[in-house]
């Protein structure tokens, strides 16, 4: 039995009631008018990339299969569904719920990190439309938002570079503890190194990081005390009987220094203590965040300071992390400073400490320091990154394109907003370069595109946009994950390494023109022929006729 | 023993671990220097008010005195935390976090669902330095996004007035299934009525409601049969044998009428049909989206075919949804339609039947249409409400204010980022019309201020800014609500129904000019004479001192 062999969804808030009563009421609708087991195929796709630009990371399939694996209504839930629903529902209706399970559900979706577009199905559910319905808002759900914060991850990922360290630091401002844990997860997947929530690495398997908070540092007098008891050098060899007092050397030394003393004077001594005290306790890591009293004046000299008593005892210091003001300014003048201390001090590699900036960045200021110049080796990211403040949802839909092998369309007044009707296969057609060159849909009955074979690729809704393509390469976009008990042999779920892995290198294949954050290019998203003609014809059958006044 | 009276977090996925790593790296910092046990003091507060407006209500308080009250980290966690920092950290320090639990937390705090400004303490927290900093981020998370929804919500229900009824519909595009759950929640506490969310309705006890989707609508083809048994009148007494032909005679008698008949001709028989099946399964609650087709030329006319044909019966239906167009105008028209055919056919009440509005409404939007004029009974919001799209972050900060009976100031080049020191009382003066007229914080051995006695208020910023003031009432605003093993008696955590309640009382006792949407008039928020000398004390103290070049 399939299902048992897939864990539940990561959040055990996940139930079959996390959906809109509606879902249950139109059930009832379906089963008293006995139409809920008709054959029904529902296609969940956006119309629009998100954050300005024209790509956008699938992502949250692996929760929704889960949740289709143990989908069970229990007896709590019915009995809180009959309290719910009107008292003239009958009894029968609450025995079906009973026994639903997604056994005659199937799910065709792109695998999870791979770069998508508008208009084109993510998912396509085929089942029964009663049952079929009732995983439209947990699907949404689960897809919207982890869809939406890979692709902010993977957007933050294109104007860094891939050489800079990204952090998720987001949990904090989170949208409630799993707006936190998600977007540790995606963001992980979009393309970020590490996260600081405990939690999310946990249950994840994401690499941690973090230093310490401005607290700390405050939280020392310059009288204090530093416990302190002798440690041990790196390789064991020789004990420090007195570091604070060879921190107070070090800092002396910088002071007296030429190229260095211009820049400080007296530095702040309950930061001093505070650093000293980080340092005791994490001599292999110690990293310290300088912007507590004043960067250029203390954080740094102070910092040098206990990196170079460290040094001395055969440890390397981390680095810093500055966390507010001029990061360009300030991550230059830190290198400026190291690179002058590892020159005359002969401390190797001490030019090349890591630098992390953060305080309230996003793709644009990062993209401003990037035009400054800044010396940051390493990103902090947080509110902007996990509530994609730039926009804070995507918008999913989940709409029925065929019942009962009838294909069915959904009109509106904006054209945009028109569904691609009946049961599709989707397909990517590669160029001539080896990029990616154009999304295809068609009936899921017509012949597929062949490598090397012309066809004509159709804008749906626009008569006069059509091309010839002859594809180099075919790659079909939907591909089975739940089968359900029909036997139709289904893919694995990939471990969540190797979903990222896949979203990187889709990123790295598509056409630079499509990525980049100004003026992107649009991809190109187009129907068969025969498609086409379907759309118009049902179009033109189900519209009325406006009456002119 | 105290916590075993309260129960977990609503989300089972809130644990120690849902926390920053450099929280427990400071621990170690300050366990390894036997610093852990000083007595702190944090604040919890936010610098500025949300949405551009200017006041905020305070929301999550009940979730951090449930995370706190079953505070214990497990022998799992323990493990995990081991392997994620460094091998050098000392075993007795894991011996110290498997003891840690919050009986020596005090926390006291402002009521949950009151109205709050910037700077004043939502939440202050007191005990050893090494465990209130383990709180601070999870504090943090179930309160930044709590309040910020709540704070949402109650901006919709001050533009849409108090007799509205407003309905959240925001599951599938919030972010992930507790950003649902907990915006369905929040929602409700910030003054909305009801909830689509089922499984948020089942956790609180919030009012559901709903309707059926587009895709209801399009299931049904104009062929398809209607599977109808006989049903009864309302009353029990009469059966209707043949209910799909009472609907199609009443449809002709809407075409047959004069007062009507100008505003369609042929209506969609799919959407009839399927709002036909909609009322044979729900005769009591009949309430159809009319929006799939066309509203004026098929939608209002089929629903009214299908209501008086349910009203021949004893059944009063319910109203309709309008989920796309031009709101204003189409509720305009349809309450003229609707007022014609109580006028033509004598059907009491059904010029009053409820009309809802969805579809990517907001703030805005609503005060739009109130400008417009429209027929709008009831709002469906979703997306702008539940992710907060017009500012989808709060930013409540946790700042140490005192350590070992010290104060501490968090300084920063940007004043409306220096942090107030020391513990503090603070107090909610009303003024001789009864509104409440300022904030005040003193420090808390101060003497409190008291009714008819003149106290100086003075900004803690701007040293021009300051104002006698005389109270007619004195709130105080931080209570007790967690005591650990004190003993201080705590306050008890109210039902939601009462926070809700609260909240709407607060914001009908503010002055109107505080609420209105734009350009609104600050509230005043100051320290008292003493408190404000020790702030710049201790800023000239701490501040270094600039050497221009």
Redesign the interface.
């Known amino acids: 039995m399939e299902a048992e062999k897939i864990q539940g969804?990561?959040?055990?808030?996940?139930?079959p009631?996390?959906?809109?009563?509606?879902?249950?009421?139109?059930a009832?609708?379906?089963w008293?008018?006995?139409?809920h087991s008709?054959p029904?195929v529902?296609d969940l796709f956006f119309r629009t990339n998100p954050f300005g630009g024209e790509y956008t990371i699938f992502a949250g399939l692996e929760e929704c299969i889960r949740f289709i694996a143990n989908f069970r209504i229990g007896e709590e839930?019915i009995a809180?569904?009959r309290q719910?629903l009107?008292p003239?529902c009958e009894d029968a209706f609450f025995e079906y719920l009973r026994g639903i399970d997604c056994s005659n559900v199937q799910v065709y979706a792109v695998a999870e990190g791979s770069v998508v577009f508008p208009k084109v199905p993510l998912m396509r559910i085929e089942g029964p439309?009663a049952v079929v319905?009732l995983l439209?808002?947990?699907f949404?759900?689960?897809v919207?938002?982890?869809s939406l914060?890979a692709t902010n991850a993977a957007r933050h990922r294109v104007v860094a570079g891939e050489s800079k360290l990204l952090l998720e630091?987001g949990?904090?401002?989170?949208?409630?503890?799993?707006?936190?844990?998600?977007?540790s997860k995606y963001c992980y997947m979009g393309g970020f190194d590490a996260t600081?929530?405990?939690?999310a690495?946990?249950l994840f398997g994401i690499p941690?990081?973090?230093?310490?908070?401005?607290?700390?540092v405050?939280?020392f007098?310059s009288t204090d005390e530093?416990?302190h008891k002798p440690f041990c050098s790196s390789d064991g060899l020789t004990t420090c009987e007195d570091f604070v007092g060879l921190v107070q050397i070090w800092l002396k030394k910088l002071q007296c220094t030429e190229s260095l003393r211009a820049s400080f004077?007296?530095t702040?001594q309950s930061e001093l203590k505070a650093f000293t005290?980080?340092a005791?306790?994490?001599?292999?890591?110690f990293l310290a965040l300088v912007d507590?009293?004043?960067v250029v004046?203390?954080g740094i000299p102070n910092f040098c300071a206990v990196a170079l008593a460290l040094n001395d005892f055969g440890y390397k210091a981390g680095g810093i992390r500055l966390d507010?003001?001029d990061l360009a300014y300030l991550s230059r003048e830190s290198r400026r400073f190291f690179c002058a201390v590892e020159k005359e001090f002969g401390v190797p590699g001490f030019g090349k400490l890591c630098i992390t900036a953060s305080n309230d960045l996003n793709e644009k200021t990062i993209d401003a320091l990037n035009q400054q110049g800044h010396e940051v080796d390493s990103y902090g990211i947080g509110?902007n990154l996990v509530?994609?403040?730039a926009q804070?949802?995507?918008?999913c839909v989940?709409?029925?394109v065929e019942?009962?092998k009838?294909p069915?369309?959904?009109?509106?007044?904006?054209v945009s907003k028109v569904s691609i009707p009946c049961k599709k296969r989707c397909f990517r057609l590669f160029g001539k370069e080896g990029y990616p060159s154009v999304d295809l849909m068609t009936g899921v009955n017509e012949p597929p595109p062949k490598v090397s074979e012309r066809i004509l690729c159709r804008d749906p809704f626009n008569e006069c946009k059509r091309a010839y393509m002859e594809p180099q390469r075919v790659e079909e976009l939907l591909k089975c994950y739940w089968s359900g008990d029909s036997g139709t042999p289904r893919e694995e779920l990939p471990p969540i390494k190797k979903i990222r892995d896949r979203c990187i290198q889709q990123l790295n294949q598509l056409r630079p023109d499509h990525l980049r954050r100004v003026e992107p290019t649009p991809y190109k998203v187009s129907v068969s022929a025969k498609l086409y003609d379907l759309i118009h014809f049902l179009w033109l059958n189900?519209?009325?006729i406006?009456?002119l006044q």
Do not use: W
């Not at 005791?280 to 890591?285: G, I, R, T, V």
């Not at 069915?408 to 904006?414: D, M, T």
């Open positions: 969804p990561t959040n055990p808030m996940v139930t009631l996390l959906t809109d009563l509606y879902q249950f009421t139109m009832y609708a379906y008293k008018g006995n139409k008709e029904s529902f839930d809180f569904l719910s009107p003239t439309v319905q439209e808002t947990p949404l759900n689960l919207n938002f982890a914060v630091f949990l904090r401002r989170a949208q409630g503890p799993d707006g936190g844990i998600s977007a600081s929530n405990v939690a690495a946990k941690l990081r973090g230093t310490h908070s401005h607290a700390f405050s939280s007098m530093i416990v004077g007296e702040n005290s980080y005791l306790a994490f001599p292999s890591n507590t009293y004043d004046r203390s507010s003001g509110t509530t994609c403040y804070p949802a995507l918008g989940f709409k029925l019942i009962n009838q069915r369309i959904k009109l509106s007044e904006n189900e519209a009325p406006g009456e």
